[in-house]
């Protein structure tokens, strides 16, 4: 009788789109999370959860596939060899306000690294609508572009310009600017700015941000985010994104104190449990801590 391994298992059903887009779905069900549920507690997209669920997306990101699997309980390999998840003790937990593993209270913080997008400022991908109807293309399409190039930005291998080149090429609108479009439709979260004022004299304060390059020094000089931080990591000034490992002991070493005196601020899990990993302390900011953001703050860092 032939058998197959769980090795060439794995690689059938990440090679078939169909078939690691009905493991995702079954993970995501055996978990009690509906897919509005799943995107909360990831920070995916909507659109770009329900095309993997499809099998639409040939090859989705590795970053997204882990976080799904961390949610379900399970590694990487473990989703893609149709492994089932592991269901937590509530089916239906509540969005997380922290980490996966919450960590005890953190006292001796000593230093605060925000995230920009989703936490100081909306999405650069709240523009994407506006891209697609300006110039008469589907937004699955406008979507995709970005993911394909989203980390040469973030690194700062491909410069604005030459994005801006691709972008109108392959949308075959000449002209279009992604900077000017972005900046058109950027908004501060003043909540979430106000209590980063709040902590100023009680711990020093950080930017750590995967950002399109001059991005950064857009937003501070046109006032939209702070720009008094005491450490600014801008992933396409250094060339290491996160969440990946160099970029996090980079901006430890930035800040000048020991990794678990440092808490991140992130709506993205896979970039707070990358931080855990590296021996921070970490806040996922979804809506629900976003709205508690200052009492939840002031338990960890006490003031």
């Known amino acids: 009788m032939n058998t197959v391994s769980a090795a060439s298992n794995q690689t059938s059903v990440a090679d ?169 439709h950027v908004k501060a979260d003043q909540r979430v700015i106000g209590v980063l004022e709040q902590l100023r004299g009680v711990c020093r304060i950080g930017l750590l941000t995967n950002a399109f390059p001059g991005e950064v020094e857009e937003l501070t000089t046109r006032g939209i985010i702070p720009d008094d931080f005491d450490v600014v990591v801008d992933s396409s000034a250094i060339g290491k994104v996160k969440p990946e490992r160099d970029i996090y002991e980079h901006a430890q070493r930035a800040a000048g104190v020991e990794a678990a005196e440092i808490l991140l601020i992130d709506d993205r899990l896979i970039n707070i449990v990358a931080a855990e990993a590296c021996g921070w302390q970490g806040l996922r900011l979804n809506e629900a801590a976003r709205v508690n953001l200052r009492g939840r703050l002031g338990e960890l860092l006490n003031f």
């Open 16 to 184: 078939n789109p169909a078939a690691l887009g009905k493991a995702i779905a079954a993970a995501r069900r055996a978990c009690g999370l509906t897919q509005q549920e799943l995107c909360e507690q990831t920070g995916i997209a909507y659109s770009t959860l329900t095309k993997i669920e499809r099998g639409a997306i040939k090859k989705p990101n590795v970053f997204t596939v882990l976080q799904i699997a961390q949610i379900s309980g399970l590694r990487v390999e473990d989703l893609l060899g149709g492994a089932a998840a592991r269901p937590p003790a509530n089916p239906h937990p509540p969005s997380r306000t922290a980490t996966v593993a919450p960590s005890p209270p953190a006292a001796g913080i000593k230093f605060v690294y925000f995230d920009l997008h989703e936490v100081l400022v909306n999405s650069v991908y709240a523009m994407m609508p506006f891209i697609a109807a300006k110039a008469g293309q589907p937004l699955d399409k406008v979507e995709n572009l970005f993911l394909r190039f989203d980390k040469g930005l973030c690194l700062g291998k491909l410069s604005a310009e030459e994005f801006d080149r691709l972008l109108s090429e392959e949308m075959n609108c000449p002209g279009l600017k992604q900077a000017d479009l972005y900046l058109q």
